[in-house]
Structures are given as C-alpha cells and as structure tokens.
C-alpha cells in the first residue's frame, strides 16, 4: 500500500468505526410491545351487561380489560358464578388485565384502613379467581396531607398482600384528589415502600390534571409500571376546572403523545394501554363504534 493509499485508509476509520459504533448502539435499543386493553368504563354509559360489554371488547380487537369491581359484583348478584365469568373471558378470548375497586387501605384512620384491608383481601381472592392478576389501588379514604412513611408502610402491607392471592395492587393517583394528586407523591410512597413489586398505575389525564406533567415519566424504569390509562385532555378549559366527564379520545386532545410514546416506547419489554374514558357524548352512540374508534385512535398513535 503506498503512501496516498494508506493515509485514505486511516482518514476513513474513524467514520467507519462511528457507523459501526452507532448502529451496535441502535440495535441494542429495545423496543416496547403494546397490548390493548378496554377500561369498562368507557362503555359504561350504554347499560350493557358485562356478558355484552366483555363481547363488545373483544368485537373491537382489544386483548382484554379493565374491569369494575362493582360489575362483578353485579354480574354475581344477578345469580351468575365466577365460574361463568372466567368461562365468558376465555370464550372471548379476552384477558382481564387490571381491574378497578375502591377500598379505603389508605385511610388514616385505623378502623377504616383495616376495613379497606378486608376488602382489598375479599376482591383480590375473587379476582384472583377470573386469572386477573392486578387491581388498582388509589388512595381511597386518605384526608389532608399524607405522611409518606405511614402510607408506604401499608402500600408495603398490600403488596405482601397482593403475593399472598396472586393480585398485585397497582398504586394509583388522582389529579384532582388533593390527598395524593401528582406523579412525585406516587412514586415517593412507592419508593419508600421498598418493595421490589411496588408498581404504580400512571394516567394521562391525572399527568395533566394534578400538574404533573410527563416529563417525570422519562424517570420511570420499565419495571415501575405495567399499564397506563390512555385518553386526552381537550383544549380551551383550564386545568383546575377539568373533570373525568371531559376526556376524549387519544389524539383528540393536547396531550403531548409524541412525547409519550417515546417514552414508552424507549422502555422496552410490555406495556398495556387502558382506554379509560367517561364522556357522556360517547355514552349517547353505540357501545361498538366507540370501543372501534378509541382502539383505532390508540393505535393511530402506539400501533
């Protein structure tokens, strides 16, 4: 190799070795896998029967849902068994990845916690029962300020619980609940429960409606959370003013979702997304067409 040859050769290495250098870099780069999932809720307003609302779902093209505690226990009262629920999900081919109750664990008040306690044992057994394998756990019955150490002590207590019936409690905020409103309260009761199964359960509108934001969200590991409430914030109403009843569809609104699914997707491994609307203008079409729209929506942004 003569001289010219030579110095061509080594001018070009660096480049080279910077291409190789980043392409190893970007195959290492994991990518999330997106499960969809149907929060009950956002059908909830047609009066369907659970047996219609679980059919409708899986219509849709969701993979499972988000159940109500009180749907079971209505579905239970009218005679059914959860024999026959489990039966149901199966034959729809859907899975019940979360559900949602409101037992009051976090109550200061010792009577009302050790009730809340109780409950959450009785709803994680039947749960426990349908293969679904988380519940969510807001701070219900919690007042004024809470004391982190205190309610870490007992989020401690419920996952101890969550292992003992296989369900395991999804910690949970909310953006107008003053108690416990915001991302940093959440994930501070979660740390300081030490608790190598301590998850929290995010939600785009409480993000915005309790003054999070989701920049916090780019602080989360991929094991700090298993599912996200999905829906969007719509525009020209102040935050403080805005209520559950206001969500719209995912995309609809100004939730930064680029954002968002960057994060998310940045994480790896899974990630389940909850559509968790209550708008009662949805609630006035049919129960098909919005499950349709919303997981098209979703999948507009995620797919």
């Given amino acids: 190799m003569n001289r010219r ?13 910077s291409t190789t250098a980043t392409q190893a870099k970007t195959d290492k780069i994991k990518k999330t896998t997106f499960n969809y999932c149907l929060n009950t809720s956002t059908i909830r307003g047609q009066k369907l029967s659970l047996k219609e609302t679980i ?6 093209g969701f993979e499972g849902i988000e159940i109500w505690i009180s749907d079971i226990e209505g579905y239970l009262k009218e005679g059914n ?3 026959s629920l489990n039966s149901l999900l199966k034959d729809s081919k859907q899975i019940a990845f979360n559900a949602i109750g409101f037992a009051p664990w976090m109550a200061q008040d010792a009577e009302k916690s050790k009730q809340g306690f109780l409950q959450m044992e009785k709803e994680m057994k039947m749960l426990s029962e349908l293969g679904c394998t988380r519940v969510a756990a807001p701070a219900i019955g919690a007042e004024g300020t809470i004391d982190v150490q205190q309610s ?4 401690a207590q ?3 619980l969550g292992r003992k019936t296989g369900v395991m409690p999804q910690l949970e905020f909310w953006g107008a609940f003053g108690p416990f409103h915001n991302l940093s309260q959440c994930l501070s009761v979660a740390a300081a429960a030490n608790d190598p199964d301590a998850k929290i359960l995010p939600d785009v509108y409480h993000l915005y409606r309790g003054g999070s934001g989701y920049n916090g969200l780019k602080l989360l590991g991929p094991d700090a959370f298993d599912i996200i409430h999905v829906n969007d914030i719509p525009s020209g109403k102040a935050r403080e003013e805005l209520q559950d009843k206001d969500r719209v569809y ?6 930064p979702y680029s954002e968002i699914y ?5 994480m790896g491994g899974t990630k389940i ?12 079409q049919d129960a098909l067409l919005v499950a349709k729209t919303g997981l098209e929506k979703t999948k507009k942004i995620f797919g």
Avoid: C, H, M
């Fill in 158 to 160: 419920l996952i101890e």
């Fill in 5 to 17: 040859n030579l110095l061509k050769t080594l001018a070009l290495a660096p480049a080279v070795l």
């Fill in 250 to 255: 995912p995309g609809d609104g100004i939730a």
């Fill in 81 to 83: 068994s959860l024999s």
């Fill in 262 to 266: 960057s994060t998310l997707d940045s």
């Fill in 273 to 284: 997304l909850s559509l968790e609307l209550f708008n009662p203008s949805y609630y006035q």
């Fill in 152 to 155: 870490a002590e007992k989020y």
């Fill in 55 to 60: 059919e409708t779902s899986a219509r849709a």
